[in-house]
């Protein structure tokens, strides 16, 4: 073979070489590329799950404080409507007829009362003569303090060992703490089991 021969074979063995190894470096760029477009498509929709996810969190997290925030408006108009039956109630006892403060008196005084106790009547309190001449004020030897308190209607009773708040405000305060969930239940009942 001529040397120009054997110069064109290398020349052209290199050009093939060349052309080979650009279309290697081709087929991989493209393979390069196709993988970064997964990739950032992967990173895309994970991002899009990410946000979603979020966005469902901070809307269920609003949606529970609304919840509670309802929950607390209707607990205060639940408890608004309580405080206002014990106010119509207080009311009522204060105005109760002769007959039925003394009836409740003399009850009080039975259950409470210890020998020697003082009687100190509220203010308003328009039954303290027909109390003091209640049996039971003799029975157990009760004195009239002479004094007056500024209580709900009812009386006070100052004893040896411990006195006894007996006023109309305290005996329904103590009945609201020992009844007020079962209150409750019967004014908001609405057919539906309350948990």
């Known amino acids: 073979m001529s040397k120009e021969a054997i110069l064109e074979r290398i020349i052209s063995d290199a050009q093939t070489a060349a052309d080979a190894t650009v279309a290697e470096a081709e087929g991989r760029a493209a393979e390069i590329i196709a993988e970064a477009e997964a990739r950032a498509e992967r990173d895309r929709q994970g991002t899009f799950a990410i946000i979603a996810e979020r966005s469902k969190a901070i809307a269920d997290g609003k949606a529970a404080t609304a919840r509670l925030d309802a ?103 103590l009945d609201r703490e020992e009844r007020q969930a079962e209150i409750a239940a019967k004014l908001f009942s609405d057919g539906v089991s309350n948990a």
Do not use: C, H
């Open 71 to 173: 929950a607390k408006v209707m607990l205060a108009a639940k408890r608004g409507v309580i405080d206002e039956v014990y106010a119509r109630a207080l009311e009522k006892l204060k105005a109760l007829p002769q007959k039925d403060a003394v009836r409740l008196a003399e009850g009080l005084l039975l259950s409470y009362a210890e020998d020697g106790d003082e009687l100190v009547f509220a203010t308003n309190f328009a039954y303290k003569a027909q109390v003091l001449k209640l049996a039971v004020v003799a029975e157990k030897n009760l004195k009239n303090s002479g004094k007056t308190a500024d209580i709900d209607g009812g009386f006070i009773l100052i004893g040896k060992n411990s006195d006894k708040d007996l006023s109309y405000s305290a005996l329904l305060a």
